[in-house]
Every structure is written in structure tokens, then in C-alpha cells.
């Protein structure tokens, strides 16, 4: 294994993305709320695959587009995370592998099958996901690889995975690790959903072992507990140097050691799949920290590396986002 430097080491649900589209009028025949995630069993899951048509097969999982991002605007990463020795297992790894992410993670043999998620599209981009967790929420102690993690200038941890004490128990360690390499812990809260179910363990790892905190506006204000933005904002900011809050449209505000820096959204004409827009806008600014930029510059990279996925169908920009960025003035 190399020992080159990384600028983000990544952990969380390693699912095979499967982006089909459809029309209202399916979703409503198959009893799926528009927007909504739901998670499945695998029966379920492939039953609605088999039914939707031509789809698209990707690496994916948040955390996992989220470094994929960060390897498209020219930055060295890695990414942890579980999945079985079966063919989506492969897809995952291929996949992966060649966009020019480390991935090292051995498989799981003998256990549930690999994550996979059924992402349909509507005309409008609004999307719906039906999930199948499989093996990757069974992440332990055990699956970390400490000398990778260590060579990363910053661990991102995905909220998404934080389920099991198993697992919170592996976020722990990781954070251990990164901290006694001299290294920063980031950490996205993923869903307000996770915030509800997990408030008080979040607030822990916030507090004692997180440096950049991702969240959007409906995580921030489940975990805080209160109504206004600016006053969550403001309860948050001392729990967390840096904290990147995504407002959709609005943009979103970039809090460092409690001085608030507003950062505009990019326009786009036509939103066709917000699929992973708060996952490329965490991998501009985690590329921008881990490069030491300033922070409005990496405010500026998240913007636009969300204002790329939304045009397009999928959580992987097609553009090259290192040229993107320069091409609007925004030196990286």
C-alpha cells in the first residue's frame, strides 16, 4: 500500500446506486412516497428494479459520492466501507476504484449481500429512493485500516452509517486515530431522521471529536431542537471550529470558529435530479479545507460541485469540476 498523503479518507454505507426514472403516476402504483427514502428488504428492492427498466448501476452511498467528488476536483482520497463478496460487491469496488479512489476494504464472505439503492427520478428531479441496507451497516471496529486513515488530512464520517453501537463505537476509534496523526475529523449528519433517532450521541461526537460539521438546514434544527436558523446556527457554532450549513437555494452558511461566512448557490437552469447534492457540496469544501483554501473559496467549490449534480442526472458530475472551477475564477 502507498504511503502518499490523502487529502480525504471517507467512511460510510458502501450501496450500489441504481438511478432509473419513472413517472408519478409509478410510484403511486407501487405505494411510494414521492421524495421520500424508505429502506426495503431485498425482495421488495428487486421487485421495483425489475419493473422500472433501463437503469444506471454506480458506486454510492453518501459519504462514498461525497469522495468521488473529491477525487473530481483533483484530490487524492480514500473510502472505507463494507460490502459482500457477490457481484454488486464487485460493481462497487470496480467502480470505485476507477474514478481513482483508494479502496481497500475487503469483502464480507459468508454474510447479508452488498447495499443497493433503487433511486427513481421523476420529471421533475425530485427523487425517490427505496433502499436495501444489506451487509454495509454491519461496519465495525474491526473493517477500519488505521494506517489509511492516518494519511488523510481529513476523515469524513457519514451520519448515515451511525445506526448500530457497533458502529458509533468504529466512528469513535476512526476519530482516535485521525486525532493522534494530527489530523481533522468531519463529520455530516446525513438525515434529520438520523439526527432523531441518534440526538444525544451526535451532540457527543460533535463536542468531543468532530472539526467540521455538515449538516442542512432541517438536520441542524432537529439537533438543535429549536425553530429559527439563526439561533440553531448560534447554538451550534461552539460545539464544532467549523460548521458548513446547506440552505438549498439560499446557498449556505460556512460558520469558523463562530464568524459566519454567507456563500451563494450557483444557479442552474433546470434542476433534473437533486440526487447527492449535499454530498458534492461537502466534497467541495472538504477538497478546500484539506487544501487550505479560504473559506469563502471553499464555500464556492461546494456550491458549485452541488450546481453540477443537480443539472444532471446522477450524484457524479460528468464535468471536471478542477476546470469548472477555474473557468469561473475560482483558483484550486
Do not use: W
Not at 485500516?145 to 448500530?164: S, T, V
Not at 475529523?185 to 441518534?198: K, N
Amino acid at each position: 500500500m502507498s504511503n502518499e498523503p490523502l487529502d480525504v479518507v471517507g467512511i460510510g454505507n458502501a450501496i450500489v446506486d441504481i438511478i432509473a426514472h419513472c413517472d408519478d403516476a409509478f410510484l403511486e402504483a407501487h405505494g411510494s412516497q414521492k421524495g421520500f427514502t424508505a429502506l426495503h428488504d431485498l425482495e421488495t428492492v428487486q421487485r421495483l428494479y425489475d419493473a422500472a427498466g433501463p437503469a444506471l448501476e454506480t458506486s454510492g452511498g453518501s459519504a462514498a459520492n461525497t469522495i468521488a467528488g473529491v477525487a473530481n476536483y483533483g484530490g487524492k482520497a480514500a473510502y472505507i466501507g463494507k460490502v459482500a463478496d457477490d457481484e454488486f460487491g464487485r460493481i462497487f469496488a470496480h467502480d470505485i476504484q476507477s474514478i481513482g479512489v483508494e479502496y481497500t476494504t475487503v469483502p464480507k464472505t459468508g454474510s447479508a449481500p452488498t447495499a443497493r439503492s433503487l433511486i427513481l427520478v421523476t420529471p421533475d428531479g425530485e427523487r425517490t429512493m427505496h433502499t436495501f441496507l444489506g451487509v454495509s451497516p454491519e461496519f465495525e471496529s474491526a473493517d477500519l485500516d488505521p494506517a489509511l486513515i492516518a494519511r488523510g488530512n481529513i476523515l469524513y464520517l457519514e451520519g448515515y452509517l451511525f445506526d448500530r453501537p457497533e458502529a458509533q463505537a468504529a466512528f469513535y476509534e476512526a476519530a482516535r486515530i485521525a486525532r493522534e496523526a494530527g489530523k481533522r475529523v468531519a463529520l455530516t449528519l446525513s438525515d434529520a431522521f438520523c439526527v432523531d433517532r441518534h440526538r444525544d450521541a451526535f451532540l457527543d461526537i460533535i463536542t468531543n471529536g468532530t472539526d467540521l460539521l455538515f449538516a442542512n438546514e432541517s438536520e441542524l434544527l432537529s439537533l438543535t431542537g429549536v425553530a429559527d436558523f439563526d439561533t440553531a446556527v448560534a447554538e451550534i457554532t461552539p460545539l464544532a471550529p467549523i460548521c458548513a450549513i446547506t440552505r438549498n437555494k439560499d446557498g449556505s452558511v460556512i460558520s469558523v470558529d463562530g464568524e459566519k461566512h454567507a456563500i451563494p448557490s450557483v444557479p442552474v437552469e433546470k434542476v433534473v435530479d437533486s440526487t447527492g447534492a449535499g454530498d458534492l457540496y461537502a466534497a467541495g469544501v472538504l477538497f478546500g479545507f484539506s487544501r487550505n483554501l479560504p473559506v469563502e473559496v471553499c464555500g464556492q467549490l461546494g456550491s458549485l460541485a452541488a450546481s453540477e449534480t443537480i443539472g444532471q442526472i446522477g450524484p457524479r458530475p460528468r464535468a471536471d469540476l478542477r476546470d469548472r472551477a477555474q473557468k469561473i475564477g475560482i483558483a484550486v
